[in-house]
């Protein structure tokens, strides 16, 4: 981060990039933020400023399918062999075979895609006094977020390891691909003006205002 001013001007900045590889596979996520902070008196009766902000954010298509997993982990048993060395996965491998049983591994690593959410903030602003004890202030903000997700499912088969076979033919079966867009844009202008006098021993103080919102 970077900060400083003067008597005139103020500004701050900063950026943090942040990644952690998750506790489970297939459930990284990358997060980027920036943020700036400036105000300038440009003369006696007028200051402008801004405030921004900025946020990116990439995860793996596991970290939607975490929940998930853990509902999985519940319902399996501990005859589950969720993977062999060889890249195989699973079933239950107890004598029941309890084919519903769940594989928490596969669900984890069979999912292919990224979900990225960006978000922009911002608000312009701007002060003018003309007159002692007026002042009038008028500020613009901007709330953006946009986020899409594309995921999809990596066919595997699952195996029973006791006698070498495929129990399901998954990677035969109709796969669904999923593509979503979200957008959500929020805008509010605001205008309003102070006005404070003191005639002898009394104080007057005017307040006027005008606020608009755009979701």
Known sequence: SVSGGQKKYNFYSSINYFHNDGLLPNTACTNITFRNNFSYKINNWLEVGNNLSYFHST???????????FEWIDATTPGMVPKSPDGRYGMAQTPAGESQAGNALLTLETRMGDTYLRNYTGKLFATITPLEGLAIRGSFFIDKTDKDLFNTSIPADRWNFQTNTRWDLTSTATK???????????????????????ITNHSFDLLLGYNQEYY
Do not use: M
């Not at 995860?59 to 997993?69: C, H, K, M």
């Not at 509010?188 to 404070?196: G, R």
């Open 59 to 69: 995860a793996e298509p596991g970290t939607r399918a975490s929940a998930n997993v």
């Open 176 to 198: 669904s691909l999923t593509n979503r867009y979200w957008k959500i844009d929020r805008h509010i202008v605001d205008v309003f003006s102070t006005y404070t006098r003191t």
